[in-house]
Every structure is written in C-alpha cells, then in structure tokens.
C-alpha cells in the first residue's frame, strides 16, 4: 500500500521548469534516497511536498486522499514532518523544549494555563530512547554534538506521529562518527514503519541506509531504482547525465 | 547497572549552585548587598527608612519598563520609544483630567496611546521588516513631540475632580508603609516572570531570540507575538508614566528624557543580552536597583553627581564584560 503517492507533479517558476512530470510512490517504512545534483529540483520536489508551494500541474495523494495544502502546518496535520538541512533548532533552549517548540503541552495551574514542563521531559526523554540517542531533554542545544541535534529534530517527527519524514542533507555538515550515528536514527524511523525521504549528495550515506534511490536530473525524475540492483558508478552516471535513463 | 528513564530526566548538566555562580544576576545582587552593607557603615544617612522608602521607589519607574524591555530584548529587539511614550502617557492622563474626566477614563487614555505606540511600532518592525533601532528612534521623537503639541509645552498640575486619587495612587503608601509604585513594580515582575518561565508566549519569546527562522519553520507566530511585545513594552512604559504622574503630582513635557538609556543599562546589567534568546524579570529588577543605588550612593557619599554617568557606565561594561568571558569559556 502506497503512503505518498506523486503523479505527474510539475512546477514551474515562470518560463522556468523546475520540476517536470515526477511521477512516484513511496511505502511504509521505506527510506528512499532523493539525489540529484544542484538545480535538478530536488529542493522544488521537497518543497511541494513539505507544503511550501503548491505543483502547477499533477497530484500529490497521502493515503490516498489528496493533499491539499497551502502553508508548511498543512503538511505536519497530513502526518509528513521536515527535518530541515540547519535543524531549525534554537542554542538557547533546552531540547525537551525545542522538541516541543510550537506544540507545548499545558496542564492547569488552578486557573492558570501553565508549561507542563514534566511531561514534556518524560515524553522527550521516552523519544530518545526509543531512537537510542543519549540526548538528555534538559540539556541545551548549545552543549551538543552534531549528532545530538539531529536526534533533537528527528524526535521533533516523532511528536506527531508522522508517517512521512522528509529530511534535507542531514549529513552534509557533521563529522564521520556522527553520520553513523545520524543513519542509525534513520534506521530506528524506518523500524518504527515511518517512510524517510533522504535528500543526499552523499553517495555512500544513501547506499548505506536506503532502500531505493530516486534520481533527478533537470527536473526530470531519470530513474527509480531498488539499491540491491543498483550501484554508486550507476548512480553518479544518472546524475551526471552520463547515463541517459533507465 | 542501566540508567533508567527518570535518571535521564533528572540529569542536568550543571548542579543548582554552579548555575547559581554562573548568573549575572546573582553577581549583580552580591555587589547590591556589598554596596548596601558598604553604605550602612560607611554613611549615616544610607540606612535609614526615609532613604530606603526613596530609593525603593525611585528604582521602580526605571524597573517597571525594564521589565517591558527585557521582553523586547528577549526577542532580539531594542525600543528606544520608552522614554517618550512615559512622558506621553503622563500628559495624555493630565490633559484628560484637567479637562475635568475621572480617573479611570485619564488612566483608560493614557494607557490606549501607549498600546498604540507600542503597536505601530511593532506592525512596521515585524509585518514590514523594518530594524526595531531605527522605528523605535523614530518614534522616540514623534511620541515627544505629540506630547509637547497636546500639551501646548506647558506644564500641567491640576488634575480635575480626581486629583488628589492620582496623587494617593502614585504617593501612597497603602500596604505596610511600602510606596505604591514599588506594590506596582512587585505584581509587575511576578506577573512578567511568569509569563516568562510558565507560558507558551514566554518560551516563544526565547525561541524567537534564539532563531527566529526556526521558529517560523516550527509553526510559531513570530509577527503577531513582535507586535504584542512592542505593545507590552509601550504599556510598561505608559504605566510607568501614570504612576509617575501620581508621585510627582505634576506633568513636563521633559519628564522620561533620556530614560530609554537607563533602562536598557538596566535589563543589560540584569543579564538581558542584546543579541537575545536571554532575560529574567528578576534580573530586570535587579539592574535597576543597581543603578539606583549607585545614584543614591553618589550622593550620600558625596561625590560629584557628574561622575554618576561613569559609574552607571562602568557597570554596564562590566555586565557586558561578564557575559563575553562565560561566551569565551563555554567555546573552549
């Protein structure tokens, strides 16, 4: 059963086509790999489906019922979160609270509506566990290593329950130990059934983790390939132009 | 042995008394005590409960608005409009009453001007992007020239049918010989500091400061909560204003002159930072207190008055100087 079925979404900026004709549909509990090179119109793809701009042409399907959405809120109520590329993570705050950011639970303080702090700890705390990270809820952003502020936004997808994680260069910018640390939070999404879209340059980042890989090249989705019957040279041909299409 | 979930939860990364050592404020309130324990000794006239009566109020007016600008300053802005919304909110509370209005309908006046301030303010800062220093800047002359033409520049004294209720409520003394405005300053804070460490618009505040494209992204109402605390901010301003009016028993066009300065001082030296994301409502009590003391100080020690501007100088760069040594320590 698909989640996130895309038929024959377009978009286009003007006289410029950003995205053309991408058709392809995404499983439960798959982690497909989104790579292109710069201006293939990866970022236009994740936008639409992040809720950022709306496709000019085609159909987006979630669950088989139509998204329709016009402000990113619209695609965190359709069960699809972002795990943006700078994390969208505030230093100054601890990470039970940027966990929370905008969703913050309440509880009654006589008549008073106030922060339930506790429970927001607890639920933080239970989130970390479950992606084995060693982030501590209390502990402030500021304090922590590249590969604990991935854990503090990818705990953010799991707030809501999210069926679709988009997640935009999580390893560009981190060290080595911290990549494994980050392809095993999204090995832990993927177990817990949340389909991860991982937009990557890394080549070796996708074959590690993935399931599939979808290729784009100027606009054009070029291919659609299990990671079993493909490989890195194949890939970067696809990328690059070198190979036309398969 | 594993570490169950409640150690995880419990964990901090610092223990309650070495957080306690690394706040300005706490340090801020050691030099307070030392300077007070200083002036007891060293003066007689410091500790005597007329001089304690005065200095607490005095602190009041300059802590009340510090209390809206560590709001402001929490959000990574900076409102040089306070001084001037003061003077404006106390004119428009005199002129309202000397035309023969009751209290509550000067206080009403007085208070809808400032929220109208504060509200253009924030409306062109957060909806059409302009720097927070330069509208603020502006409306610090526009808010004392309005004043100045409401009032023809004169100085107003007589308060109508209400007049001597304004006076009790900015003079009295109506809980245990403690000054109104210091009653007023209390609530203020606890209602601030509540605000700050118990609700969701408090924590969004930081967060704006923090990183305010995160916070977008993350679905919080950045614009709407910029203007409600330019608002905030000209209100803390206009109450400060009316309460003034109340003690002074009269309205110039150049009360509040200057003021702005000293509030800032006085949030910065409270550990307000002005890059944002940091700010207490103690630490804004507690700036200004300092200031005042050292005010006081000069001059039961007498000193020259002139040198108070150094020495409420020094302090900010001493404040300052603080929070750059913890940012180098904790970048090691």
Same mark, same amino acid.
């Given at each position: ?10 978009k ?26 710069n201006?293939?119109?990866k ?67 006589g ?10 700890y607890?639920?933080?705390?239970e ?12 502990d ?9 502020r ?25 060290s080595?130990?911290?990549v494994?640390?980050?392809l ?11 389909t ?9 980042d996708?074959?590690d983790v993935?399931d ?12 659609d ?22 | ?20 050592l ?8 050691v030099a307070?005590?030392?300077a ?41 802005g ?26 509550e ?16 303010n ?23 020239s ?13 308060? @109508?049918p209400?007049? /001597?209720?304004?006076?009790?409520? %900015?003079? $009295?003394?109506? =809980?245990?010989? +403690? &000054?109104?405005? *210091? ?5 203020l ?12 618009f ?8 923090g ?10 109402p ?15 301003a ?7 009016? @109340?003690?002074?028993g /009269?309205?110039t066009?150049?009360? %509040?002159t $200057?003021?702005? =300065?000293?509030? +800032? &001082?006085?949030? *910065?030296i ?11 409502a103690?630490?804004a ?17 007498g ?15 001493i404040?300052?100087?603080f ?10």
């Open positions: 059963m698909a989640i996130l079925e895309l038929a024959n979404v377009s286009h900026f003007g006289a410029i086509q950003a995205v053309n004709d991408v058709s392809f549909s995404l499983e439960a509990g798959e982690v497909v790999g989104l790579m292109g090179d201006g293939a119109g970022s236009t793809l994740v936008k639409m489906i992040a809720g950022n701009f709306s496709p000019s042409e085609g159909t987006m399907r979630m669950d088989g019922q139509p998204l329709n959405m016009h402000r990113p809120v619209d695609a965190r109520r359709h069960g699809i979160e972002i795990v943006h590329q700078d994390l969208a993570l505030c230093n100054n705050l601890t990470a039970a609270a940027n966990v929370f950011l905008g969703r913050e639970v309440h509880r009654w303080f008549p008073l509506r106030v922060l339930d702090y506790s429970r927001m607890k639920r933080s705390a989130i970390f566990a479950e992606l084995k990270s060693e982030t501590r809820p209390r402030l952003i500021k304090s922590m290593s590249g590969g604990q991935q854990a503090v936004a990818i705990a953010r997808t799991r707030l809501s329950d999210a069926k679709v994680v988009l997640m935009d260069e999580p390893t560009a910018a981190i080595v130990r911290q494994a640390e980050v095993n939070l999204i090995r832990r999404l993927r177990d817990q059934g949340v991860v879209v991982l937009i990557s340059h890394r080549m070796p996708v074959f993935a599939r890989v979808i290729v784009l090249r100027r606009g054009r989705m070029v291919a390939r299990r990671i079993a019957e493909s490989s890195p040279e194949e890939v970067t041909g696809l990328i690059t132009g070198a190979i036309e299409r398969v | 042995m594993t570490i169950t979930l409640d150690q995880t939860i419990a964990q901090k990364t610092h223990t309650p008394l070495a957080l306690l690394r706040s300005q404020v706490f340090w801020v309130f307070i005590v030392a007070c324990i200083f002036l007891s000794f060293a003066t007689d006239s410091f500790a005597t409960s007329k001089n304690i009566f005065n200095i607490t109020r005095n602190v009041t007016f300059t802590a009340i608005i510090a209390l809206g600008m560590t709001m402001v300053i929490i959000i990574g900076i409102d040089l409009s306070v001084g001037s919304v003061l003077c404006l909110s106390s004119m428009m509370l005199a002129i309202t009453m000397h035309a023969g209005y009751g209290l309908i000067g206080i009403t006046v007085a208070i809808v001007t400032s929220l109208a301030v504060g509200a253009f924030g409306v062109l800062i957060a909806y059409l992007g302009f720097p927070p220093f330069v509208v603020t800047l502006g409306m610090l002359s526009i808010a004392r309005l004043a100045m033409v409401a009032s023809n520049n004169t100085v107003v004294f007589e308060f @109508g209400d007049h /001597a209720r304004l006076l009790d409520l %900015g003079g $009295g003394a109506w =809980l245990f010989g +403690i &000054a109104n405005p *210091v009653l007023y300053m209390i609530a804070a606890i209602i601030v500091g509540f605000i700050l460490r118990w609700t969701k408090g924590r969004h505040l930081y967060a704006i400061g990183n305010e494209s995160a916070a977008i992204l993350t679905g919080v950045v614009r709407l909560i910029k203007v409600a605390v330019y608002m905030i901010s000209a209100l803390s206009g109450i400060a204003g009316i309460i003034q009016t @109340g003690w002074l /009269a309205v066009t150049n009360i %509040g $200057g003021m702005e =300065l000293q509030v +800032i &001082a006085a949030a *910065v409270g550990g307000a930072s002005l890059v944002g994301g940091v700010g207490t103690i630490g009590l507690i700036g200004a207190a300092l200031i005042e003391i050292i005010r006081n100080s000069l001059g039961l020690l000193i020259n008055a002139f040198w108070q501007g150094a020495f409420i100088g020094g302090c900010i760069i404040a300052v100087a929070e750059r040594v913890r940012q180098l320590r904790s970048s090691e």
